[in-house]
């Protein structure tokens, strides 16, 4: 028996040396300035793509602010040629009291310029190339919504072009 305690000696020395031998090397920390340099770069990736992110939900918004707008200007439109249908005379701000608070611009909240009293079926080529109403103020690119005196159609205009296009009367 003793020889098997010998060999069981012999086997765990040849173990520890193999363990010594064949073991793996230690990995060196990793240099501070290259995992800040990481970082760095990581956190810039992040704010380039947060800031794509915003102007892409922006132009989303202005979409949706400029459908709304015009949305509300075809519902003037409507209510104007009803109203003028309907009456025989051109509606005046007095008739549409109960609404003028919610026809308002979806991209600035103020509400529209409406020319009151004109009768859209007097008008020459049914009103398409005049102004009926329209936002107060134009965007930060200078363009606002309009709608044309024919009740129906609505632009989304420069400011040159809009100073350029006559008025209902």
Known sequence: MRWLRDAGWVVALGVVIAVLVLRPERKKPPDPSVSQAAIEKMRAEFEESRVRREEE????LSKIRTEGTQSQLRLVGKAYRR???AKKVP????????VLDIWLSHRDGEPFVILWG???TRLPEGGAGLLLAWEQTADKDGARCVLMADGTTTKVISDDEFNKLPRAK
């Open 57 to 60: 939900l922006e132009r989303d």
């Open 83 to 85: 109203h003028l249908a």
């Open 91 to 98: 509606p005046q701000e007095e008739d549409f009291q109960n």
């Open 118 to 120: 004109v009768d859209l």
